[in-house]
């Protein structure tokens, strides 16, 4: 089975590196991660772009637009990215600073924008990203938006419940919106926004953070599976749920056999590989040619 990774992450952020030292126990580098995928047919992934100022900053109102992979010096032909966007410098950054963000988003190697909902303090609908909207729509980008518990105790979740990306898709219809972790733990909440609003999809990444062992105390705890498999059928859009592993926090082989129990096996092509291709164009393009 061909798979895309459709939410990792390759940036220098201690508590990336610190859960890869102590959690999950994966090689948090561009070989490791290759190694990972090819070992498990991933043809391709997906990172999110997102930096910090200084070790353990994240989330980091001063980290420049626009946010990258960069732990290595160059992107790995094997991912592309969601360019991360930190709204603080949006206000006081002017034109200079959307001028940067269209430059990557312009690239082949962009395959969508990201916005950290709760880890900044803003609504995603809020003004203060209108001209990223914009630009979305210009060179027809998905919007990838965190939504969930923060991976952060400094993050605010009233920012990002899934809900309030509901207001968002219905006002800007000719964007895709990505729900990152299903709304984590509001999954049922998620679940409504993609089954309502067409533009809405969502990721499984995320939803649990370790090793192999520690998965499988959670694998066959039937309290936490039947908790998304709820949500899943719920939304009953198989054909609008992304597999993702938010590499490093949990390995990628680990992590695909929990997204195997969840989904039933009928729609493990849709959602392990087809639904990124349709939510994402340059990653369809860089593919299929
Ligand atoms: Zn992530």
């Known amino acids: 089975m061909n798979i895309i990774d459709a939410h990792v992450h390759l940036s220098r952020i201690a508590s990336f590196q610190q859960t890869a030292d102590e959690l999950s126990l994966v090689d948090y580098t561009a070989d490791g991660l290759s190694k990972e995928f090819a070992a498990n047919g991933v043809v391709l992934g997906i990172g999110m772009g997102v930096n910090e100022t200084a070790e353990g900053g994240f989330p980091d109102r001063h980290a420049a637009n626009p946010m990258t992979l960069n732990l290595e010096d160059k992107l790995p032909n094997f991912l592309l990215e969601c360019t991360g966007i930190n709204p603080y410098l949006l206000e006081s950054g002017g034109q200079a600073e959307l001028d940067r963000i269209e430059k990557r988003l312009s690239l082949d190697s962009t395959a969508g924008i990201k916005l950290y909902a709760g880890y900044y303090h803003f609504y995603v609908y809020d003004k203060i990203y209108g001209p990223i909207y914009e630009l979305a729509k210009q060179y027809n980008l ?129 959602v392990f590989y087809e639904n990124a291709l349709n939510v994402f164009p340059k990653a369809r393009k860089r593919l299929e040619g």
């Open 142 to 270: 998905p919007v990838v938006i965190h939504t969930g518990d923060t991976y952060s105790k400094d993050g605010l979740i009233k920012y990002s419940h899934p809900l309030t990306v509901d207001e968002l898709a219905v006002s800007h219809r000719d964007i895709n919106f990505v729900l990152c972790h299903l709304g984590d733990p509001w999954v049922m909440d998620a679940a409504e926004v993609v089954r309502k609003n067409p533009n809405v999809y969502a990721d499984l990444s995320g939803l649990q953070v370790g090793d192999g062992p520690f998965f499988q105390r959670f694998v066959t705890e039937p309290l936490f599976m039947d908790h998304f498999r709820r949500a899943l059928i719920y939304a009953d859009h198989y054909d609008k749920i992304l597999f993702g592993t938010d590499w490093p926090l949990a390995p990628v082989e680990i992590y695909i056999r929990f997204v195997e129990a969840l989904v039933p096996e009928s729609f493990y092509s849709s």
